[in-house]
């Protein structure tokens, strides 16, 4: 237990720490020295009209590298599922920012970064409608504009440049700035010009230089046939196909938002799921509580624990709706609100682990008494749970690119499944206890129902981790873009079920088998029951039935 408390205490730094960097839509990310070949900094689901501005600044690369045959620079790319297939096809030592030559019509826009000249080579791929907002580096522009209109005279190129390129978007504010600009264009060449990639297949913009550091920017507006997910990266290819590990750093600030607000796509159904879940397992909860009220006699401590677990639930689900609430009108979460959700979303990780191992032990049910073997999965169990729900915590608020996050993406990965495979031991010792005790007890029916029972219980836990861990990230990985809250809402219908089973399943009630069990706390020693032979132990039970029962009812109501 000390080390639970130790643990908590250490949560509750983390959640504080935090405090300062809270997961917006709105993302800033600054990597300092970094080696990786790659760094995935967002991924973005965009309905037609979303808008993705990246401004990139202190670039600074090792100069010592010629990124004509090792390229740096970013990716924009749409997948039509979630990035985790592409991102393993993608491993396989050649540089994204060189393909070869594109299988698929997705849509794919490289910006390779020429700091000889100055230039950020933008080539867009795949089937174009996005509409490019930069800008565009004044030679090439003009070199753009007389290939296609020869008798274009050079010394204007950017009003002519955008009447070529940008017959729709007149009525843009920069259109304004560009007027008042072209008085000036020998010390102000580079204004801002939207580009219809459908047209435009390659351009430069214009990378400035500052004291050894270079930055740049670009928009983006998602066209009606271009919409998905698209995942922004970087990729710096010296480190990737030679062995050397050059470090660079770099900071770029991220804005995706759709029309409605700064949700992806998948988001934006959440904060409506989880507040009528929330309604749910609240009412499913009070239900819990009307039960238990009616059936005051036969109740246990550990049914008023399956109630506050719910309503644990019901509130965690509250706070993080609220929290996809804010996200989406402010472009971040409320600190405060995202505490309070983080908070109750560790208590619940920890009720929801007590209460399966107590279930799976047959505390209450069974007996009083926990062997030294069934608290050694407690002092395992509630110390990961609260890593694993540190972890998730982490994840939520750190960026995508930062280093850590895949370390912590690992830990909580690693941490879920050994606690999952922990709480199953319980439930198999108990099942093996009953099987011993039914094959030599004179009450081998009674026992054998029992049997029956947890049996049951151990394919409905089983059954709930697989739906939740391996299943609906099966459906995620292959559902379009849109639909993917539909994993989210899959994972909240199986607990609500898990939920409701496990209650039917050891609901308090006068016909229910455990209620002829022995219930005395002082008589039943585990140790005993364990190595007692069968037939002694089916006559202890008969002799403390009667009186045992009435003496629990006191204590639990
Ligand atoms: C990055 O590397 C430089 C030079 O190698 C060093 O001076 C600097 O302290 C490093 N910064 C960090 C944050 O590690
Ligand atoms: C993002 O880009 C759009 C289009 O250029 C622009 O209107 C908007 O102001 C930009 N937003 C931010 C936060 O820079
Ligand atoms: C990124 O955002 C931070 C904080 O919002 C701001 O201080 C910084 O200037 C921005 N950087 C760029 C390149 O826009
Ligand atoms: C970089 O490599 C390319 C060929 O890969 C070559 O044409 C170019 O001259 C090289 N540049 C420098 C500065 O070495
Ligand atoms: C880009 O141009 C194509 C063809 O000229 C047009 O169909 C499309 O609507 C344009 N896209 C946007 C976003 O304006």
Same mark, same amino acid.
């Given at each position: ?90 491993? @396989? ?34 089937? !174009? ?18 290939? @296609? ?18 017959? !729709? ?56 046939? $271009? ?63 009307? @039960? ?95 890593? $694993? ?88 990985? @292959? ?29 308090? $009630? ?8 022995? !219930? ?38």
């Amino acid at each position: 237990m000390a080390v639970a408390h130790r643990c908590c205490v250490l949560a509750g730094y983390l959640l504080l720490l935090l405090l300062a960097g809270c997961k917006a839509r709105i993302h800033t990310l600054t990597l300092k020295n970094e080696t990786r070949f790659a760094v995935d900094l967002n991924s973005f689901g965009f309905y037609a009209n979303g808008i993705l501005n990246v401004s990139v600044s202190s670039l600074k690369l090792p100069t010592s590298v010629n990124y004509t045959s090792f390229p740096v620079g970013f990716t924009l790319s749409r997948s039509r599922v979630n990035g985790v297939l592409s991102y393993t096809a993608e491993e @396989t030592g050649t540089c994204p920012l060189t393909p070869p030559k594109l299988t698929n019509t997705e849509p794919l826009i490289l910006f390779l970064i020429n700091i000889d000249t100055l230039s950020v080579t933008v080539k867009a791929r795949g089937e !174009q409608d996005n509409l490019l907002i930069a800008k565009l580096k004044p030679e090439v522009a003009e070199g753009e504009v007389r290939k @296609t209109r020869d008798d274009n005279p050079p010394e204007h190129p950017p009003p002519d440049k955008q009447d070529e390129t940008k017959p !729709q978007d007149n009525k843009d504010t920069k259109s304004g700035d560009k007027s008042d600009k072209k008085a000036d264009e020998k010390t102000m060449p580079e204004v801002e010009t939207t580009v219809n990639l459908t047209n435009t297949k390659d351009l430069s913009l214009a990378l400035d230089k500052d004291h050894g550091s270079y930055s740049f920017s670009f928009d983006m507006v998602v066209g009606s046939s $271009a919409e998905g997910l698209y995942s922004l990266k970087f990729h710096y290819c010296t480190n990737r196909m030679s062995q050397e590990k050059l470090s660079y750093s770099f900071s770029v600030n991220v804005t995706e938002k759709n029309l409605g607000g700064f949700l992806s796509a998948a988001e934006i159904p959440l904060s409506r799921l989880y507040i009528c879940m929330a309604g749910v397992f609240f009412t499913a909860a009070l239900v819990w509580v009307y @039960t238990l009220m009616k059936h005051r006699y036969s109740v246990f401590k550990i049914h008023w624990l399956m109630a506050a677990l719910a309503f644990i639930k019901s509130i965690s689900l509250v706070f993080h709706s609220i929290n996809y609430h804010y996200i989406n009108t402010e472009g971040r979460p409320i600190e405060a609100l995202a505490v309070m959700y983080y908070i109750t979303h560790l208590l619940k990780g920890a009720l929801l682990f007590i209460t399966l191992v107590l279930i799976g032990t047959g505390w209450a049910f069974v007996k009083y008494i926990l062997s030294d073997k069934e608290k050694k999965i407690f002092m395992i169990v509630i110390p990961l749970q609260v890593l $694993a729900n540190v972890a998730y915590i982490i994840i939520e608020s750190t960026e995508e690119g930062s280093s850590e996050y895949y370390l912590w993406k690992e830990i909580l990965f690693l941490v879920d499944l050994i606690c999952c495979g922990a709480i199953l031991f319980p439930v198999v010792w108990s099942i093996r206890h009953l099987q011993e005790a039914s094959s030599t007890d004179g009450k081998a029916a009674m026992n054998l129902e029992k049997l029956k029972l947890f049996r049951h219980f151990y394919v409905m836990i089983v059954c709930y981790i697989y739906f939740t861990r391996i299943i609906a990230i099966l459906l995620k990985v @292959t559902m379009p873009f849109q639909w993917q809250w539909c994993y989210e809402f899959l994972v909240e219908v199986s607990t609500l079920i898990f939920f409701v089973m496990t209650g039917y399943k050891f609901r308090p $009630a006068s016909n229910n088998p455990y209620l002829q069990l022995p !219930q005395d706390e002082e008589d039943v020693e585990m140790d005993e029951v364990m190595t007692e032979s069968g037939a002694l132990e089916g006559i202890s039970k008969v002799k403390k039935t009667s009186n045992g029962r009435e003496r629990q009812k006191e204590s639990t109501l």
